[in-house]
């Protein structure tokens, strides 16, 4: 099957040459988020089928008993061709799933396809458990387990969460324009995870900590906007950020950010606020990607140097990207994860 | 002026309408051959090309229902969900045409319409509604509104999984999962997940496109022989007609028309008739092609499993290229033609013993050529590797024989002319002697339909031979049984083991080995094996150490393709295996291992044996079968006897064949008739030397006689000649082109009945061929044969 393919159709945004930038198209028919959400959980935990594109995605820093750092990601997006449910062949609902495990030397990726309708992926909400093919992602968001495979890897974690949900923006409503499109966007990041990663050169156990991000939308970018770079940060005094700029075609960036205290406590920052600048590129095995970032939030005192673990954590699936764990040093010091989108 | 030096030229052709009808006849022919055999070749590869692309689900191992039950969707997304990356097929039939629903999100790279690659609509293939792609007809058979993709297969129609099971009317079935070839290293076992079904390899021929491609060059090869044959027949029959113009050329010269002037009009006039000639040659071609593609698309379907389309479409390619077949051949037979006519001195006539003191001259140059051929055909056999070196060497050695085939003639004549007594027989040797020149571009043309036979039918007996040999090998066990799943296995096995022999399971599975995709067996050590295997090469006791799990035999594919030899070490999954034999596999594209059963077993456990070989005696065989079916429940379509899958293996093989023996016999029928058409021409040319004979008493039936015997004289020499070189043809093929096409060698055998037989049909042609001409002389009016005396020649 070409890649091609399965780009245009799980990625109706992604149907130009820019990947990304398509994820700026209209809503026809589907939803549009609205500010001040109520959400009901745990129904929102599950599916918004009315909703074009939304997402389970999960990143963690890890390590193994002898301080090797690990990154994992666990991913689900759905994409839907209409904005309908319906069951066997004909639902509308598209499933991808992406899994990885990044070494200091190694970036293992692995991609699943497949349609909501038959039962082959998806995402229930009570009890909650999202799934592609033998990919499993379940639990009741206190404690959850999580599994994936690939050819050349595998991993089985179990989480338990040591906190509340964060909600981004207003109450959950992270406007990602200037010209007002936004999603729904709320995060976990505060999941403890522990299991056994199954590398090539056999199994590691590892620990350390996880942050699944929900986000659902129809029409998330403006037209102009071209990709991302989004920062997961957690600092050793028990802070963490998230953190995004969204570059635009004139070579501006639309920015956001939320701080979330060490006692979970948050703070929403408007565009302009949270100011990343990238230090140096690193050619990937795909496209050339900025690998060290400067990244600054003055009003919390933050300026520090994020630095890739692996600079070639680059994800070649249908739609390629980067992804991978980040060290943080400067003001802040702590681990984190890095995601680069619309790098062509 | 030039109107009238044209009606002069063409005034030609209508006083000699035979010589017409020889050039167009020639040119037609060799056009027809040509343009023919490329039609079935182009036809064969569109089709076969078309269901390559679409068809790929052969080329990968499959999960099909053990009782040949459809296969529910739950168990697909079972399987999904036990971390097998499988997608489901569903095919049927509808108004005829094959329908099939693939599953474009899960499919394997590769399988489905070529055209949804292209950036096709994915959400209208996926929604309820969804396209269908197939080629104009077969939508209109269908009645839908699809995409039309006219490569995808004739009668074939793909579409979304979804909307082929509500068009079949079989919702929620499928008929087999393809197996994705990159799997998770973490999968349920397949027998705890969906224990009905069974894993079947992917169709023997992963690497179909090389042996259809060895098939087709072997077609080629076989069109360029053919182009070749007729070109001598065009160049021959040009020859002869620039010949007997001389004296109008000379007239209209000397009246004044320049040698431009007339170049140009013989140029145009026969570039005319080489298009109307072309145009026929194209047409004929198309029936030729029309009465082999059945048998083409038989062999390739039997052989290969390539689906080729029964009927031919007109493509413009073949148009184009036997028109210019056509045109380049008269131009290439035209150009030496006029290049001697521009140096032919204005007064000069038509002499055939000048022509052939002429001939006499360029002999030298020409054997001189053909020694040079030999010889590169010589280093060529000695250092040749792989099929364009192989064929290179067969072109070489062809075209040299054939030039060097007058040669030896005269040589042959001018001895016996030597050697001979009496009048009559000394003018006889030298009257053949000076025809030669005359003749020889028809015996070149029969020398080289006589080799192809001789040669193509020595490697195509010498195959069967062989093959039969080697199903006698292989096909040991008196009974074939296979299993619909494990547990009738299991019942099979203990049911009934205190009847028989032995019982032999087969069990097979596709891996790379030293990088080849080999099939590896999992075997029974057993005598049988070691009574009935002959191995090319082996250590000691080869069998015995496969017994203890260590060692691996390899078929004779495997041991050129990867270059391996006895006594090295391969390994299969983690496990290290020594080389201690090599058998002769033929009739399997594709490599070939044998391992110990126990060995498989614990390397492949979700591989177990559905097919068992039972020995047992002969005699045996019906009350076995009816143990089999009424206590254990084995349907007959499930078990064969070993007799019956000879017959249908050779079937299959002898299929292979039928096309080449067709070309053979057009191509010495073609040879045939230039022999008839050289005669025919040369036999007003010589009544002026058969004159003398006649007046000195040699009678006008005397004459035709020897007219006869001369024309089978010259075709058994060439026979002779032809022999020879046919054998060396044989060995080339059989050493050279098929190890490198097919990857193995055969034993070349000899076949004097059927070359025996050849001779025959080579002198019968030529007794044939030059019986009309005989009789025409016989019956030659004396006043034409006195006149010859009267005549200013």
Same mark, same amino acid.
């Given at each position: 099957?070409?890649?091609?393919?399965?780009?245009?159709?799980?990625?109706?945004?992604?149907?130009?040459?820019?990947?990304?930038?398509?994820?700026?198209?209209?809503?026809?028919?589907?939803?549009?988020?609205?500010?001040?959400?109520?959400?009901?959980?745990?129904?929102?935990?599950?599916?918004?089928?009315?909703?074009?594109?939304?997402?389970?995605?999960?990143?963690?820093?890890?390590?193994?008993?002898?301080?090797?750092?690990?990154?994992?990601?666990?991913?689900?997006?759905?994409?839907?061709?209409?904005?309908?449910?319906?069951?066997?062949?004909?639902?509308?609902?598209?499933?991808?799933?992406?899994?990885?495990?990044?070494?200091?030397?190694?970036?293992?990726?692995?991609?699943?396809?497949?349609?909501?309708?038959?039962?082959?992926?998806?995402?229930?909400?009570?009890?909650?458990?999202?799934?592609?093919?033998?990919?499993?992602?379940?639990?009741?968001?206190?404690?959850?387990?999580?599994?994936?495979?690939?050819?050349?890897?595998?991993?089985?974690?179990?989480?338990?969460?040591?906190?509340?949900?964060?909600?981004?923006?207003?109450?959950?409503?992270?406007?990602?324009?200037?010209?007002?499109?936004?999603?729904?966007?709320?995060?976990?990041?505060?999941?403890?995870?522990?299991?056994?990663?199954?590398?090539?050169?056999?199994?590691?156990?590892?620990?350390?900590?996880?942050?699944?991000?929900?986000?659902?939308?129809?029409?998330?970018?403006?037209?102009?906007?071209?990709?991302?770079?989004?920062?997961?940060?957690?600092?050793?005094?028990?802070?963490?950020?998230?953190?995004?700029?969204?570059?635009?075609?004139?070579?501006?960036?639309?920015?956001?950010?939320?701080?979330?205290?060490?006692?979970?406590?948050?703070?929403?920052?408007?565009?302009?606020?949270?100011?990343?600048?990238?230090?140096?590129?690193?050619?990937?095995?795909?496209?050339?990607?900025?690998?060290?970032?400067?990244?600054?939030?003055?009003?919390?005192?933050?300026?520090?140097?994020?630095?890739?673990?692996?600079?070639?954590?680059?994800?070649?699936?249908?739609?390629?990207?980067?992804?991978?764990?980040?060290?943080?040093?400067?003001?802040?010091?702590?681990?984190?994860?890095?995601?680069?989108?619309?790098?062509? | 002026?030039?109107?009238?030096?044209?009606?002069?030229?063409?005034?030609?052709?209508?006083?000699?309408?035979?010589?017409?009808?020889?050039?167009?006849?020639?040119?037609?022919?060799?056009?027809?051959?040509?343009?023919?055999?490329?039609?079935?070749?182009?036809?064969?590869?569109?089709?076969?090309?078309?269901?390559?692309?679409?068809?790929?689900?052969?080329?990968?191992?499959?999960?099909?229902?053990?009782?040949?039950?459809?296969?529910?969707?739950?168990?697909?997304?079972?399987?999904?969900?036990?971390?097998?990356?499988?997608?489901?097929?569903?095919?049927?039939?509808?108004?005829?045409?094959?329908?099939?629903?693939?599953?474009?999100?899960?499919?394997?790279?590769?399988?489905?319409?070529?055209?949804?690659?292209?950036?096709?609509?994915?959400?209208?293939?996926?929604?309820?509604?969804?396209?269908?792609?197939?080629?104009?007809?077969?939508?209109?058979?269908?009645?839908?509104?699809?995409?039309?993709?006219?490569?995808?297969?004739?009668?074939?129609?793909?579409?979304?999984?979804?909307?082929?099971?509500?068009?079949?009317?079989?919702?929620?079935?499928?008929?087999?999962?393809?197996?994705?070839?990159?799997?998770?290293?973490?999968?349920?076992?397949?027998?705890?997940?969906?224990?009905?079904?069974?894993?079947?390899?992917?169709?023997?021929?992963?690497?179909?496109?090389?042996?259809?491609?060895?098939?087709?060059?072997?077609?080629?090869?076989?069109?360029?022989?053919?182009?070749?044959?007729?070109?001598?027949?065009?160049?021959?029959?040009?020859?002869?007609?620039?010949?007997?113009?001389?004296?109008?050329?000379?007239?209209?010269?000397?009246?004044?028309?320049?040698?431009?002037?007339?170049?140009?009009?013989?140029?145009?006039?026969?570039?005319?008739?080489?298009?109307?000639?072309?145009?026929?040659?194209?047409?004929?071609?198309?029936?030729?092609?029309?009465?082999?593609?059945?048998?083409?698309?038989?062999?390739?379907?039997?052989?290969?499993?390539?689906?080729?389309?029964?009927?031919?479409?007109?493509?413009?390619?073949?148009?184009?290229?036997?028109?210019?077949?056509?045109?380049?051949?008269?131009?290439?037979?035209?150009?030496?033609?006029?290049?001697?006519?521009?140096?032919?001195?204005?007064?000069?006539?038509?002499?055939?013993?000048?022509?052939?003191?002429?001939?006499?001259?360029?002999?030298?140059?020409?054997?001189?050529?053909?020694?040079?051929?030999?010889?590169?055909?010589?280093?060529?056999?000695?250092?040749?590797?792989?099929?364009?070196?192989?064929?290179?060497?067969?072109?070489?050695?062809?075209?040299?024989?054939?030039?060097?085939?007058?040669?030896?003639?005269?040589?042959?004549?001018?001895?016996?002319?030597?050697?001979?007594?009496?009048?009559?027989?000394?003018?006889?040797?030298?009257?053949?002697?000076?025809?030669?020149?005359?003749?020889?571009?028809?015996?070149?043309?029969?020398?080289?339909?006589?080799?192809?036979?001789?040669?193509?039918?020595?490697?195509?007996?010498?195959?069967?031979?062989?093959?039969?040999?080697?199903?006698?090998?292989?096909?040991?066990?008196?009974?074939?049984?296979?299993?619909?799943?494990?547990?009738?296995?299991?019942?099979?096995?203990?049911?009934?083991?205190?009847?028989?022999?032995?019982?032999?399971?087969?069990?097979?599975?596709?891996?790379?080995?030293?990088?080849?995709?080999?099939?590896?067996?999992?075997?029974?050590?057993?005598?049988?094996?070691?009574?009935?295997?002959?191995?090319?090469?082996?250590?000691?006791?080869?069998?015995?150490?496969?017994?203890?799990?260590?060692?691996?035999?390899?078929?004779?594919?495997?041991?050129?393709?990867?270059?391996?030899?006895?006594?090295?070490?391969?390994?299969?999954?983690?496990?290290?295996?020594?080389?201690?034999?090599?058998?002769?596999?033929?009739?399997?594209?594709?490599?070939?291992?044998?391992?110990?059963?126990?060995?498989?077993?614990?390397?492949?456990?979700?591989?177990?044996?559905?097919?068992?070989?039972?020995?047992?005696?002969?005699?045996?065989?019906?009350?076995?079968?009816?143990?089999?079916?009424?206590?254990?429940?084995?349907?007959?379509?499930?078990?064969?006897?070993?007799?019956?899958?000879?017959?249908?293996?050779?079937?299959?093989?002898?299929?292979?064949?039928?096309?080449?023996?067709?070309?053979?016999?057009?191509?010495?029928?073609?040879?045939?008739? =230039?022999? &008839?058409?050289? %005669? !025919? /021409?040369?036999?007003?040319?010589?009544?002026?030397? +058969? $004159?003398? *004979? #006649? @007046?000195?008493?040699?009678?006008?039936?005397?004459?035709?006689?020897?007219?006869?015997?001369? =024309?089978? &004289?010259?075709? %058994? !020499? /060439?026979?002779?000649?032809?022999?020879?070189?046919? +054998? $060396?043809? *044989? #060995? @080339?093929?059989?050493?050279?082109?098929?190890?490198?096409?097919?990857?193995?060698?055969?034993?070349?055998? &000899?076949?004097?009945?059927?070359?025996?037989?050849?001779?025959?049909?080579?002198? +019968? $042609?030529? *007794?044939? @061929?030059?019986?009309?001409?005989?009789?025409?002389?016989?019956?030659?009016?004396?006043?034409?044969?006195?006149?010859?005396?009267?005549?200013?020649?």
């Amino acid at each position: 099957m070409n890649a091609k393919i399965i780009l245009c159709a799980l990625m109706p945004f992604a149907a130009n040459a820019q990947g990304f930038a398509g994820l700026g198209g209209d809503a026809d028919g589907f939803s549009v988020p609205t500010p001040a959400p109520s959400f009901d959980f745990p129904a929102d935990h599950g599916p918004h089928d009315d909703y074009r594109i939304e997402w389970w995605y999960l990143t963690a820093n890890l390590q193994a008993e002898d301080g090797t750092d690990y990154g994992l990601q666990w991913t689900l997006f759905r994409s839907a061709l209409a904005p309908e449910s319906g069951a066997g062949w004909t639902a509308p609902q598209l499933w991808m799933g992406h899994a990885a495990v990044t070494t200091p030397t190694d970036h293992y990726v692995s991609e699943r396809i497949g349609r909501g309708g038959i039962g082959q992926a998806g995402v229930t909400a009570d009890p909650f458990s999202a799934w592609i093919d033998d990919w499993q992602f379940s639990g009741d968001w206190q404690t959850m387990e999580m599994t994936a495979s690939g050819t050349d890897f595998a991993y089985d974690m179990d989480l338990i969460a040591q906190g509340p949900l964060i909600f981004h923006g207003e109450d959950g409503y992270s406007v990602k324009s200037a010209g007002g499109q936004a999603s729904y966007y709320y995060s976990q990041p505060y999941f403890d995870i522990a299991g056994t990663l199954t590398l090539p050169d056999g199994d590691v156990a590892v620990t350390g900590s996880a942050w699944l991000d929900r986000e659902w939308s129809s029409q998330p970018l403006a037209a102009d906007q071209t990709g991302w770079d989004w920062f997961s940060l957690s600092f050793d005094d028990g802070a963490k950020m998230m953190g995004f700029l969204l570059r635009q075609s004139d070579g501006t960036a639309y920015s956001s950010a939320t701080w979330i205290a060490a006692d979970g406590t948050t703070m929403a920052y408007p565009d302009g606020a949270f100011q990343a600048e990238p230090l140096e590129t690193s050619e990937t095995s795909g496209a050339t990607v900025p690998t060290t970032w400067r990244v600054q939030l003055p009003d919390r005192g933050v300026d520090a140097t994020v630095t890739a673990v692996n600079t070639d954590a680059w994800m070649q699936t249908s739609v390629p990207y980067w992804e991978g764990p980040v060290r943080i040093e400067g003001s802040h010091t702590g681990r984190g994860y890095l995601e680069m989108t619309g790098y062509e | 002026m030039i109107r009238t030096a044209l009606s002069a030229l063409l005034s030609h052709w209508w006083r000699n309408p035979l010589q017409l009808f020889t050039l167009l006849a020639g040119l037609a022919l060799a056009t027809a051959l040509w343009s023919g055999v490329q039609a079935v070749n182009m036809e064969a590869r569109a089709s076969y090309d078309s269901a390559a692309a679409t068809l790929g689900e052969a080329g990968y191992d499959q999960l099909v229902s053990s009782d040949d039950q459809p296969i529910p969707l739950a168990t697909f997304v079972a399987l999904r969900r036990a971390g097998w990356l499988v997608s489901p097929v569903i095919e049927g039939q509808i108004n005829g045409v094959r329908v099939i629903g693939i599953e474009p999100l899960t499919a394997p790279r590769g399988l489905g319409p070529v055209d949804l690659a292209g950036g096709a609509d994915i959400g209208a293939f996926l929604s309820g509604q969804g396209q269908v792609f197939g080629s104009a007809e077969t939508l209109a058979a269908l009645d839908v509104d699809g995409v039309v993709s006219p490569d995808v297969a004739p009668n074939v129609a793909y579409t979304d999984i979804g909307v082929a099971q509500r068009m079949l009317n079989r919702e929620g079935e499928v008929d087999l999962l393809v197996i994705a070839d990159d799997q998770p290293l973490k999968q349920t076992a397949l027998r705890d997940v969906a224990p009905d079904l069974i894993r079947r390899a992917a169709a023997a021929g992963s690497d179909v496109g090389k042996l259809t491609d060895s098939f087709h060059l072997n077609l080629t090869a076989f069109g360029l022989l053919s182009f070749a044959v007729g070109i001598f027949i065009v160049n021959g029959a040009i020859g002869l007609a620039f010949e007997q113009r001389r004296p109008v050329v000379r007239t209209l010269r000397a009246l004044g028309v320049p040698l431009g002037t007339l170049i140009g009009l013989i140029a145009v006039e026969l570039m005319l008739m080489a298009l109307v000639a072309g145009i026929i040659g194209v047409a004929l071609g198309y029936v030729i092609a029309g009465l082999l593609l059945p048998d083409v698309a038989a062999t390739l379907n039997g052989l290969y499993g390539a689906s080729v389309a029964g009927t031919l479409q007109l493509r413009p390619s073949w148009w184009i290229s036997g028109l210019a077949i056509a045109l380049g051949g008269t131009g290439v037979a035209a150009a030496g033609a006029l290049w001697q006519l521009s140096r032919m001195p204005l007064l000069a006539a038509a002499q055939p013993r000048a022509m052939a003191m002429a001939a006499g001259r360029r002999a030298k140059v020409q054997g001189g050529l053909a020694a040079i051929l030999l010889i590169g055909a010589l280093v060529l056999a000695a250092t040749a590797q792989g099929l364009v070196a192989g064929f290179a060497m067969l072109a070489a050695m062809l075209i040299g024989a054939a030039l060097g085939l007058p040669i030896i003639l005269s040589a042959v004549l001018a001895f016996c002319s030597n050697r001979a007594r009496g009048v009559v027989a000394q003018w006889f040797w030298a009257d053949t002697r000076q025809q030669l020149p005359g003749l020889s571009l028809a015996l070149m043309a029969l020398l080289l339909a006589m080799a192809a036979n001789v040669g193509v039918s020595t490697m195509v007996s010498s195959f069967r031979l062989t093959f039969v040999g080697f199903l006698d090998q292989r096909l040991s066990s008196e009974l074939y049984v296979t299993a619909a799943d494990a547990d009738q296995a299991r019942q099979i096995t203990t049911g009934i083991a205190p009847e028989v022999d032995a019982i032999l399971p087969i069990q097979s599975i596709t891996t790379p080995v030293a990088g080849v995709p080999t099939d590896v067996f999992g075997t029974r050590i057993h005598d049988t094996y070691r009574d009935n295997w002959i191995l090319l090469d082996s250590l000691d006791r080869p069998w015995d150490q496969v017994a203890t799990g260590t060692a691996i035999l390899i078929n004779e594919q495997l041991f050129r393709r990867a270059g391996l030899k006895v006594g090295d070490t391969v390994t299969l999954g983690d496990v290290l295996l020594t080389i201690v034999g090599i058998y002769g596999d033929y009739g399997n594209p594709i490599g070939q291992a044998v391992i110990d059963e126990h060995l498989f077993a614990q390397m492949y456990p979700d591989v177990g044996p559905l097919r068992f070989g039972v020995r047992i005696a002969e005699a045996e065989v019906p009350r076995l079968r009816a143990i089999l079916r009424d206590d254990v429940g084995v349907p007959d379509a499930q078990m064969i006897n070993q007799a019956g899958i000879k017959a249908f293996s050779l079937g299959v093989f002898d299929r292979t064949f039928v096309v080449t023996t067709a070309l053979n016999v057009l191509t010495l029928a073609v040879a045939g008739f =230039a022999i &008839l058409m050289s %005669l !025919l /021409t040369l036999a007003t040319m010589r009544v002026p030397q +058969l $004159a003398p *004979a #006649w @007046a000195v008493g040699v009678t006008r039936s005397q004459l035709g006689r020897l007219e006869v015997i001369r =024309a089978v &004289l010259l075709a %058994l !020499l /060439t026979a002779v000649i032809a022999l020879p070189l046919g +054998l $060396a043809l *044989a #060995w @080339a093929l059989l050493a050279v082109v098929n190890v490198a096409a097919f990857g193995w060698q055969l034993p070349m055998y &000899l076949f004097p009945w059927d070359y025996a037989r050849l001779f025959g049909f080579a002198v +019968l $042609a030529a *007794a044939i @061929a030059s019986l009309w001409p005989a009789i025409r002389l016989a019956r030659t009016p004396p006043a034409d044969l006195l006149k010859v005396f009267s005549h200013e020649r």
